[in-house]
């Protein structure tokens, strides 16, 4: 059985409070974006073993039982002794890019054995397993545009489509931890909550709507903050880094011509029509 895990981009990112336990209150959009993983799963015949993972495409740092899949699975395997399995990933999400790219390879090995072997696992249940793997792992469960409150993990749907945008979406060759950009951040509360922002026409989100992470990874990493000024003067009707990077994308009308520009040989770069 084969299945298309896809990334998120983040409308907003607001964050308002530092929790006791170190963790922090957020308010972000998460929206599913056609940028895409390839996952497998076969009967696995040989050895002894529950599973084997083979890994193509791009790297991922950390050993095969520390990937999110393999977790998804020992979870379901812990509560239903599921068979051994054989498991494909094909990595085109880069990773620590704030794409959710391992939130979302997780969330559908939850759903895609929850099918294979006919669990009769619920929306609401696969969402809850999700949620023990990462914070906004359970949003790839319904996948569809998402408030998120909370530690980003408080989900309610959000009336939202910008079905036929074009997307142009740039990782630059940066690792930003996700870790250290929380650790300078000052939270705080929007003047206005992001879900009123995301109701405004989005030509004037440019204005209202923002990523508080840019305050701090931009004067880090300025590369990052020239790819979103890129985006503007290529005519973005919006445009805002990812989570916490260090992605960055653009929002262009239906029928802009997006010019190649160069944004350094490692970078990995997308074009495409948004399709929800
Ligand atoms: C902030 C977001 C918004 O989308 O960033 P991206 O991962 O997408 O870039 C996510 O919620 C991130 O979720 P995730 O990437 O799962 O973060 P985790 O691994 O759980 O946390 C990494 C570290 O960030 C800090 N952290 C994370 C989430 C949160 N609400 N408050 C925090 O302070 C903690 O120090 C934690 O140890
Ligand atoms: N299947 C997976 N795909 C990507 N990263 C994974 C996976 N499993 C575990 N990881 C780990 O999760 C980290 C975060 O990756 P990812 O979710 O893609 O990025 P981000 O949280 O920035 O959106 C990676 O650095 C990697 O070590």
Redesign the pocket.
């Known amino acids: 059985m084969l299945t298309f895990p896809n990334a998120k981009i983040?409308l907003g990112?607001n964050i308002t409070e530092?929790r006791p336990d170190?963790?922090?209150?957020?308010e972000?959009i998460?929206y599913p974006i056609p940028v895409e993983d390839a996952l497998e799963i076969n009967p696995l015949s040989e050895g002894d073993g529950k599973y084997c993972l083979h890994q193509a495409g791009m790297e991922i740092a950390g050993e095969a039982e520390n990937n999110l899949v393999v977790k998804a699975y020992k979870l379901l395997d812990g509560l239903f002794d599921l068979p051994p399995v054989d498991i494909h990933l094909f990595k085109h999400i880069p990773s620590g890019?704030?794409?959710?790219g391992g939130?979302a390879d997780a969330a559908f090995m939850l759903k895609m054995l929850n099918e294979k072997f006919g669990l009769g696992l619920s929306t609401g249940t696969l969402e809850e397993y999700a949620a023990r793997l990462?914070?906004?792992?359970a949003f790839f469960i319904r996948n569809a545009p998402t408030y998120?409150e909370g530690?980003?993990n408080v989900f309610s749907p959000v009336s939202l489509s910008l079905k036929g945008y074009q997307l142009w979406l740039v990782k630059p060759d940066i690792f930003v931890s996700?870790?250290d950009a929380?650790?300078q951040i000052k939270p705080h509360r929007p003047e206005r909550s992001l879900k009123e922002t995301v109701q405004l026409p989005v030509e004037a989100w440019k204005e209202y709507m923002v990523n508080d992470?840019e305050k701090s990874v931009f004067p880090q990493f300025p590369a990052i903050g020239a790819i979103k000024e890129e985006m503007y003067r290529q005519g973005a009707v919006y445009a805002s880094m990812?989570?916490?990077?260090s992605s960055v994308y653009g929002l262009f009308a239906a029928d802009a011509v997006l010019p190649d520009v160069d944004f350094g040989e490692k970078a990995f770069v997308y074009k495409g029509k948004l399709t929800v």
């Not at 170190?22 to 957020?26: A, F, K, P, Q």
């Not at 990462?134 to 792992?137: K, L, M, R, T």
């Not at 990812?242 to 990077?245: E, L, P, R």
């Open positions: 983040n990112l530092k170190g963790y922090h209150n957020l972000t998460f890019a704030g794409l959710g939130s990462g914070a906004d792992c998120a530690i980003g996700t870790r929380f650790s992470f990812s989570g916490s990077g």
